[in-house]
């Protein structure tokens, strides 16, 4: 019986415009107060991901920064979080070229950008400066690097593998987008594994947990959750390990249309 709902964000619960609806927020909301846990499991910081959601009422706990941080909504309290060495994130500077648009240092509250690049966000410090990114950025959870073209995505990807053991570092995509980038965040840290840790402190067994999700940092929590779904708009990556797939895209409430169909023997008055 289902007692946990995962869902990411972009592309997901988010449509392509990078908004939820009402829709989608009412009705998690309504799960919520019957004793179903929601999570948001995003690659975002936690600000960001109550930025996007109007500050994510509907949810009890924010799985954030791809599993390195794990939020309780109530009190945004960390129950747990694992950051990147400051000697590892320091060297990440060495990565930023004339083939390279910007890089992001973040934590919790903040995404420091190294960038020529200005991008107007309140989450968003644009700083050129490796030292006052060093001295304000000092919990990095994660760090993600994005390149101008898709082609020298995988050359810098193989040299971060090579010369960093101690971090995980993955090649990220979104269901809306062609774009690649790269993120990094310390070793052992997955959407997957964020799950686990969670799952495992509230007593909830891996059989009871609906996962939803469309991008490549999905695979794995849709491949292993007890009910992995992908949205009708996920990579084929995606659909290939889940368990369905949606009717609707995330422009379409996938999310939401789906619960009501699977959970509507036990919630017939919703």
């Not at 919520?32 to 995003?42: E, L, S």
């Not at 320091?90 to 190294?114: G, L, M, P, T, W």
């Not at 898709?150 to 269901?175: A, C, G, T």
Request: net charge positive.
């Amino acid at each position: 019986m289902i007692k946990m709902i995962v869902v990411d964000l972009d592309g997901t619960v988010l449509n392509e415009n990078k908004k939820i609806s009402d829709n989608t927020k009412n009705y998690l909301k309504k799960l919520k107060d019957k004793g179903y846990i929601i999570v948001i499991a995003t690659g975002r910081i936690y600000a960001s991901a109550l930025n996007v959601t109007d500050y994510a009422n509907f949810s009890n706990y924010i799985i954030s920064d791809t599993g390195a941080c794990i939020y309780n909504r109530l009190n945004s309290k960390a129950i747990f979080s694992k950051f990147i060495d400051l000697e590892i994130a320091s060297k990440i500077f060495e990565y930023y070229d004339k083939n390279c648009r910007f890089i992001d240092f973040c934590n919790k509250d903040f995404i420091y950008k190294y960038s020529d690049e200005i991008e107007i966000n309140k989450v968003i410090k644009n700083v050129k400066n490796k030292d006052y990114i060093m001295n304000n950025c000092k919990e990095i959870s994660h760090i993600s690097i994005v390149m101008k073209n898709n082609d020298d995505v995988m050359n810098v990807y193989k040299k971060l593998v090579n010369r960093f053991k101690n971090i995980e570092i993955i090649i990220m995509q979104d269901s809306y987008s062609d774009r690649k980038w790269i993120e990094m965040m310390a070793k052992d840290c997955s959407k997957y594994n964020g799950i686990k840790k969670l799952s495992n402190y509230l007593g909830i067994k891996n059989e009871d947990i609906i996962a939803f999700g469309d991008g490549l940092n999905d695979v794995e929590m849709l491949k292993k959750c007890g009910h992995g779904v992908a949205l009708k708009n996920a990579l084929p990556e995606v659909k290939e390990v889940s368990n369905d797939i949606t009717s609707y895209d995330c422009n379409n409430d996938g999310v939401i249309n789906y619960l009501k169909e699977y959970l509507k023997e036990y919630l017939k008055e919703l």
